[in-house]
């Protein structure tokens, strides 16, 4: 196992032996195609911490699923990470399962809405096309998401594609800024990117890890669990930025969701259950 001496990243000692020693474990990841889709590219083993090894610190800790920091420490647990031999991604197994999927489509479960055969598929076409993004770690694991239903169905659907179940079918909120509006102008897309827009993002995301937030809580001096997306197509690239969540909220019951700030916000009593399930690498559709 590689030791370092003392911490390297951002306004650390970053000791030369100590950076040289991690730029060789990171390429080591790098070469199997760990952060391929994070686009960090192999770094010069020069020993110097700059902002190429900042970024691929960063990546590594987010490919953990857990909120990076950017600092490695002598006895923390991304040295201890780093450290492990690395496998390369297995793209046949993305493919398999959503060839499966395709095959016998939407599965069916008692008690739950049927999930529209449009979404499905757009939904697994979509996960084979991020066969090679080491995001999906459970791509098994597809959280659908159907904007064209009113916030008084269940429009969100938690398949186990493995199992061929469907594991939650619940109500789900929509941005703000995405209402129906008889209003709205051609040039205001009901759907969106920007942050300050209040809006949903259709596309593809990738589950990462999960934080406390106030979101959606009435009390706004207790915080619950959450989960942090990353978006994977230009219509939701800014989503971590934005601060896309899951999670639970007041205004959301059992039959009825109220408009977030453009999160996936469920009843809490759900999202405790939700977030646990679905969070580091699973696969998520939204659809409109």
């Given at each position: 196992?590689?030791?370092?001496?003392?911490?390297?990243?951002?306004?650390?000692?970053?000791?030369?032996?100590?950076?040289?020693?991690?730029?060789?474990?990171?390429?080591?990841?790098?070469?199997?195609?760990?952060?391929?889709?994070?686009?960090?590219?192999?770094?010069?083993?020069?020993?110097?911490?700059?902002?190429?090894?900042?970024?691929?610190?960063?990546?590594?800790?987010?490919?953990?699923?857990?909120?990076?920091?950017?600092?490695?420490?002598?006895?923390?647990?991304?040295?201890?990470?780093?450290?492990?031999?690395?496998?390369?991604?297995?793209?046949?197994?993305?493919?398999?399962?959503?060839?499966?999927?395709?095959?016998?489509?939407?599965?069916?479960?008692?008690?739950?809405?049927?999930?529209?055969?449009?979404?499905?598929?757009?939904?697994?076409?979509?996960?084979?096309?991020?066969?090679?993004?080491?995001?999906?770690?459970?791509?098994?694991?597809?959280?659908?998401?159907?904007?064209?239903?009113?916030?008084?169905?269940?429009?969100?659907?938690?398949?186990?594609?493995?199992?061929?179940?469907?594991?939650?079918?619940?109500?789900?909120?929509?941005?703000?800024?995405?209402?129906?509006?008889?209003?709205?102008?051609?040039?205001?897309?009901?759907?969106?990117?920007?942050?300050?827009?209040?809006?949903?993002?259709l596309g593809c995301y990738a589950t990462l890890?999960?934080?406390?937030?106030?979101?959606?809580?009435?009390?706004?001096?207790?915080?619950?669990?959450?989960?942090?997306?990353?978006?994977?197509?230009?219509?939701?690239?800014?989503?971590?930025?934005?601060?896309?969540?899951?999670?639970?909220?007041?205004?959301?019951?059992?039959?009825?969701?109220?408009?977030?700030?453009?999160?996936?916000?469920?009843?809490?009593?759900?999202?405790?259950?939700?977030?646990?399930?679905?969070?580091?690498?699973?696969f998520v559709c939204a659809?409109?």
């Open positions: 196992m590689s030791k370092i001496l003392k911490s390297v990243g951002k306004k650390q000692n970053n000791e030369k032996n100590d950076v040289e020693i991690i730029q060789s474990l990171l390429n080591t990841h790098i070469s199997h195609g760990k952060l391929a889709m994070q686009n960090i590219d192999a770094l010069t083993e020069d020993g110097r911490y700059g902002n190429n090894t900042n970024k691929a610190i960063n990546a590594f800790q987010l490919r953990m699923f857990v909120r990076p920091d950017g600092i490695i420490s002598p006895t923390g647990p991304t040295l201890v990470e780093l450290n492990k031999a690395p496998t390369f991604p297995d793209f046949g197994a993305v493919h398999a399962i959503t060839l499966l999927g395709l095959h016998k489509g939407p599965p069916k479960t008692s008690g739950m809405n049927s999930i529209p055969s449009d979404l499905w598929s757009t939904a697994l076409t979509k996960l084979a096309s991020q066969s090679n993004n080491s995001l999906i770690d459970k791509p098994e694991i597809v959280t659908l998401i159907d904007f064209r239903l009113p916030k008084t169905k269940r429009r969100l659907w938690v398949v186990d594609l493995k199992r061929n179940v469907i594991e939650f079918n619940v109500v789900v909120s929509h941005g703000s800024g995405s209402r129906l509006k008889k209003t709205r102008r051609k040039d205001d897309p009901r759907f969106g990117n920007k942050k300050g827009s209040n809006k949903s993002s890890y999960t934080r406390k937030a106030k979101a959606g809580s009435k009390n706004k001096s207790k915080s619950r669990i959450a989960l942090v997306v990353e978006g994977l197509e230009e219509t939701n690239s800014a989503a971590r930025r934005r601060g896309i969540l899951f999670h639970g909220a007041h205004y959301v019951s059992s039959t009825r969701a109220g408009n977030s700030q453009g999160c996936f916000a469920t009843e809490q009593t759900v999202n405790d259950k939700l977030v646990p399930f679905i969070k580091s690498g699973s659809y409109g």
